[in-house]
């Protein structure tokens, strides 16, 4: 481990210890600026046991800490590790976590690009599929990853929630015959639908009162759900919504390099849908849309950028795609 984050995590651990009963948490401002909050400790360590439960960890299990320490995330590893008597395992955070280890920790948490990167070599490959739980957050989980993950032996889950709820709040299994696109709440958690189809949260455990979010959402019978976009994601090109999600999910099989929608201004039609790109524009562009996507879901412009916006944590930061995608 590299001194500078031995010396973050000391500093977490002093926080953590001190009389206070709050720390410091930072957002990750994947849809907006950044954003400084204080948590309650008690809390934290109510999410970690509620974890913990739920993957059947135990004491002295390992557990591998591969994120910053900046996010929720990051601190939330720690918190189990101390919550659980769990044994932590710490590497600086990268985007191959598991390069230089010989043996594979019973769970880790990481997000989307660490575990693509590490399905890329053989070594990290198989160290991957022995961890016997791995939780992935902080990021959409592609369909192509997705279909990789389904190879693997052991347990993959990808998570749901935010800071606000102090990491996630529930999980969906993603490999092996319980795989699902359905979140199953965490004890204690209830959920339901606000007027406008958008996921309401109630962890009285985790964070005080009902949380309104931006994400929509179906609620099956099981109090399941699943999450169809973001309504601020939600464009309405002439009198037509359409989820920019929907959109970039289709056009993934077609386009090999990182890419996302967004929006601009337009005077004829309200807002029109681009196409944000890294590297060199396709050819036959057009053919694409012809063949991925319905009239009106297709980009009405395209924007190449030498390297796609994304957020510390590894998700595509939004606002400035569309910053980008209204300069050029």
């Not at 101390?82 to 710490?90: G, H, S, Y």
């Not at 890329?120 to 961890?131: C, D, F, G, P, W």
């Not at 993934?252 to 681009?274: A, H, M, R, W």
């Amino acid at each position: 481990m590299k001194e500078d984050f031995k010396q973050e995590l000391e500093a977490f651990l002093e926080e953590w210890f001190n009389e206070e009963a709050t720390l410091l948490v930072h957002t990750s401002g994947s849809t907006g600026t950044p954003k400084e909050m204080r948590v309650e400790k008690e809390r934290m360590k109510a999410s970690a046991g509620l974890t913990c439960s739920f993957l059947g960890l135990r004491a002295g299990d390992s557990a591998l800490l591969c994120m910053p320490l900046k996010y929720i995330a990051g601190k939330m590893v720690v918190v189990r590790a101390l919550v659980a008597d769990l044994d932590l395992w710490t590497v600086e955070p990268s985007g191959h976590p598991l390069k230089g280890l010989t043996e594979a920790p019973v769970f880790a948490a990481m997000i989307p690009m660490q575990v693509y990167n590490s399905l890329q070599v053989a070594e990290e490959k198989s160290l991957l599929q022995q961890i016997q739980s791995l939780i992935i957050g902080g990021g959409a989980i592609d369909a192509r990853l997705a279909a990789e993950l389904q190879e693997l032996p052991n347990e993959v889950w990808s998570t749901y929630g935010m800071t606000e709820t102090l990491s996630h709040i529930a999980l969906r299994r993603l490999n092996g015959p319980e795989a699902s696109e359905w979140y199953t709440p965490l004890e204690g958690v209830e959920v339901r639908l606000s007027e406008e189809g958008t996921l309401i949260i109630q962890a009285p455990r985790v964070c005080e009162g009902e949380l309104q979010t931006n994400d929509l959402a179906e609620i099956n019978s099981c109090n399941q759900f699943r999450i169809l976009g973001r309504k601020d994601n939600t464009v309405n090109c002439g009198g037509v919504k359409i989820q920019i999600e929907e959109v970039e999910q289709a056009l993934k099989n077609y386009l090999t390099q990182p890419f996302v929608i967004t929006s601009v201004p337009d005077v004829k039609f309200g807002e029109k849908i681009v196409l944000l790109i890294e590297g060199e524009l396709p050819a036959q562009l057009d053919a694409i849309y012809e063949q991925a996507l319905p009239a009106y879901w297709r980009p009405k412009s395209t924007v190449g950028v030498r390297r796609m916006p994304l957020t510390e944590t590894g998700k595509p930061d939004r606002a400035a795609a569309k910053r980008l995608a209204q300069t050029s």
